[in-house]
């Protein structure tokens, strides 16, 4: 999860209005645009005289214990298994999968909601990695038409994928295996963890 902090410079704008006997004349526009202009030089000259200061110790020891806090939240994220299901739902032909789940049972609960028949099965669980899919079909039929390599590098998923599928199919069709062309966010790997920033779901 990237943090972007952004940081808003705001210049004060002061309106002065002036009473009494002596500034009975109305104030010309050149005069209240000659105050403006001098209270926007000396709030800039301020902003830049605090931009060469220093930080104090106190304000040092601030910054360290907000990185502490920082990277202790990044360490608990990357421990925490966050879990992605893929399922195939053979009655539309379709690969439903849903992930960034914390417990393996939500994560298997959305997935089966995404299908749209009764005739919905799992086919991988992954957790803090990425799974990538080669099928020996162009329409699978059973499971065994589907083969699925995990690793924490896409590449080397998708390897180990179409490693499974040839050492199956090597002799009778050497060209018969080939990627799943679905799209995710993560080109046709489907990844989960804080790494991939795929997490924290209920």
């Not at 957790?127 to 065994?144: D, L, T």
């Amino acid at each position: 999860m990237r943090t972007i902090f952004k940081y808003i410079a705001t210049v004060g704008v002061v309106w002065l209005g002036f009473a009494g006997v002596g500034f009975a004349q109305p104030m010309s526009n050149e005069m209240a645009q000659g105050i403006y202009d001098e209270e926007v030089r000396k709030k800039r000259a301020q902003q830049q005289q605090g931009a060469n200061t220093d930080p104090s110790a106190a304000e040092v020891r601030a910054w360290h214990e907000r990185e502490r806090k920082i990277q202790a939240e990044i360490a608990q994220h990357r421990a925490t298994p966050y879990w992605m299901v893929i399922g195939r739902d053979w009655g539309n032909k379709k690969i439903a999968w849903s992930g960034g789940y914390a417990s393996k049972e939500r994560a298997i609960e959305w997935a089966l909601s995404q299908c749209e028949s009764s005739d919905c099965r799992l086919i991988a669980t992954i957790a803090n990695a990425c799974g990538v899919i080669v099928y020996a079909h162009e329409n699978p039929k059973s499971i065994s038409d589907i083969f699925i390599g995990v690793d924490p590098d896409d590449k080397k998923a998708a390897a180990k994928a179409m490693q499974s599928c040839e050492a199956v199919h090597r002799k009778n069709n050497p060209d018969r295996c080939f990627y799943s062309g679905i799209q995710t966010k993560h080109g046709t790997a489907f990844c989960t963890g804080y790494d991939y920033s795929v997490y924290g779901q209920q």
